[in-house]
Protein backbone atom coordinates (compact mmCIF):
# COMPACT_ATOMS: atom_id res chain seq x y z
CA UNK A 1 0.00 0.00 0.00
CA UNK A 2 0.98 3.60 -0.95
CA UNK A 3 -0.25 6.81 0.94
CA UNK A 4 0.12 10.09 -0.35
CA UNK A 5 -0.04 13.27 0.26
CA UNK A 6 -0.58 16.34 -1.96
CA UNK A 7 1.29 19.94 -0.95
CA UNK A 8 1.52 23.17 -3.48
CA UNK A 9 -2.40 24.36 -3.65
CA UNK A 10 -3.27 27.66 -3.28
CA UNK A 11 -4.78 31.35 -4.86
CA UNK A 12 -3.28 32.77 -7.90
CA UNK A 13 -4.34 34.93 -10.32
CA UNK A 14 -5.36 34.31 -13.98
CA UNK A 15 -2.10 33.88 -15.42
CA UNK A 16 -0.02 32.96 -12.93
CA UNK A 17 1.60 29.45 -12.10
CA UNK A 18 1.85 26.79 -8.73
CA UNK A 19 3.68 23.67 -8.81
CA UNK A 20 2.09 20.96 -7.32
CA UNK A 21 3.87 17.67 -5.26
CA UNK A 22 2.27 14.36 -4.12
CA UNK A 23 5.17 12.68 -1.60
CA UNK A 24 4.16 9.23 -1.57
CA UNK A 25 4.83 6.98 1.42
CA UNK A 26 4.87 2.98 1.75
CA UNK A 27 6.01 0.58 -1.23
CA UNK A 28 8.65 1.57 -3.81
CA UNK A 29 7.31 4.49 -5.68
CA UNK A 30 8.41 3.16 -8.75
CA UNK A 31 6.22 0.53 -8.82
CA UNK A 32 3.24 2.81 -9.51
CA UNK A 33 1.79 4.83 -12.48
CA UNK A 34 0.63 7.81 -11.21
CA UNK A 35 -1.67 10.70 -12.34
CA UNK A 36 -3.59 14.01 -11.49
CA UNK A 37 -7.11 14.16 -11.30
CA UNK A 38 -9.60 17.55 -10.36
CA UNK A 39 -12.71 18.01 -8.59
CA UNK A 40 -14.57 21.49 -9.01
CA UNK A 41 -17.60 22.04 -7.20
CA UNK A 42 -20.90 20.21 -8.10
CA UNK A 43 -18.34 18.22 -11.18
CA UNK A 44 -17.30 14.80 -11.42
CA UNK A 45 -13.66 13.71 -10.57
CA UNK A 46 -11.80 14.17 -13.94
CA UNK A 47 -8.44 12.86 -15.33
CA UNK A 48 -6.05 15.86 -15.60
CA UNK A 49 -2.60 13.77 -16.33
CA UNK A 50 -1.01 10.75 -15.70
CA UNK A 51 2.68 9.45 -15.86
CA UNK A 52 4.39 5.92 -16.27
CA UNK A 53 6.99 4.52 -13.70
CA UNK A 54 9.82 5.85 -15.04
CA UNK A 55 8.30 9.01 -16.51
CA UNK A 56 9.46 8.11 -19.93
CA UNK A 57 5.57 8.31 -20.81
CA UNK A 58 2.90 11.38 -20.22
CA UNK A 59 -0.42 11.89 -21.26
CA UNK A 60 -2.53 15.04 -20.86
CA UNK A 61 -6.53 16.02 -20.82
CA UNK A 62 -6.76 17.92 -24.13
CA UNK A 63 -7.83 21.42 -21.63
CA UNK A 64 -4.27 21.10 -20.06
CA UNK A 65 -2.40 20.41 -22.87
CA UNK A 66 1.17 22.81 -23.57
CA UNK A 67 -0.15 24.77 -20.05
CA UNK A 68 0.21 22.00 -17.35
CA UNK A 69 3.55 19.04 -17.42
CA UNK A 70 3.45 15.95 -15.25
CA UNK A 71 6.34 14.94 -13.46
CA UNK A 72 8.04 12.63 -11.38
CA UNK A 73 11.40 12.27 -9.04
CA UNK A 74 11.31 8.36 -8.15
CA UNK A 75 14.75 8.74 -5.72
CA UNK A 76 12.61 11.25 -3.56
CA UNK A 77 9.47 9.34 -4.16
CA UNK A 78 7.60 12.71 -5.30
CA UNK A 79 4.87 13.00 -7.90
CA UNK A 80 4.52 16.95 -9.69
CA UNK A 81 2.43 19.44 -11.59
CA UNK A 82 4.03 22.09 -13.07
CA UNK A 83 0.57 24.01 -13.62
CA UNK A 84 0.90 27.54 -15.88
CA UNK A 85 -1.18 30.15 -17.63
CA UNK A 86 -3.77 29.13 -15.01
CA UNK A 87 -7.25 30.48 -15.79
CA UNK A 88 -10.46 30.98 -13.38
CA UNK A 89 -11.99 27.00 -14.83
CA UNK A 90 -8.88 25.01 -13.06
CA UNK A 91 -10.08 25.94 -9.62
CA UNK A 92 -10.62 22.80 -8.21
CA UNK A 93 -9.24 20.26 -5.61
CA UNK A 94 -6.41 18.25 -7.20
CA UNK A 95 -5.70 14.98 -6.37
CA UNK A 96 -2.79 12.57 -6.94
CA UNK A 97 -3.03 8.64 -7.41
CA UNK A 98 -1.41 5.52 -7.99
CA UNK A 99 -2.06 2.38 -9.79
CA UNK A 100 -1.14 -1.00 -9.04
CA UNK A 101 0.60 -0.99 -12.41
CA UNK A 102 3.75 0.38 -14.29
CA UNK A 103 1.64 2.19 -17.27
CA UNK A 104 -0.86 4.67 -16.86
CA UNK A 105 -4.69 4.96 -17.65
CA UNK A 106 -7.36 7.80 -17.67
CA UNK A 107 -10.36 6.67 -15.75
CA UNK A 108 -10.28 7.12 -12.22
CA UNK A 109 -11.30 3.06 -11.13
CA UNK A 110 -8.23 2.06 -12.30
CA UNK A 111 -6.36 3.83 -9.52
CA UNK A 112 -6.20 2.32 -6.12
CA UNK A 113 -4.35 4.79 -4.01
CA UNK A 114 -5.47 8.44 -3.07
CA UNK A 115 -4.43 11.59 -1.45
CA UNK A 116 -6.70 14.40 0.40
CA UNK A 117 -6.28 16.73 -2.23
CA UNK A 118 -5.40 19.97 -2.39
CA UNK A 119 -6.94 23.54 -3.31
CA UNK A 120 -6.16 25.38 -6.27
CA UNK A 121 -8.11 28.85 -6.60
CA UNK A 122 -8.04 31.19 -9.63
CA UNK A 123 -9.07 34.19 -9.38
CA UNK A 124 -9.88 35.91 -12.89
Known amino acids: QVQLVESGGGLVQAGGSLRLSCAAS????????MAWFRQAPGKEREFVAA????????HYADFVKGRFTISRDNAKNTLYLQMNSLKPEDTAVYYC?????????????????WGQGTQVTVSS
Open 26 to 33: GRTFSNYA
Open 97 to 113: AARDGLYYRTQREDYNY
Open 51 to 58: ISWSGGRT
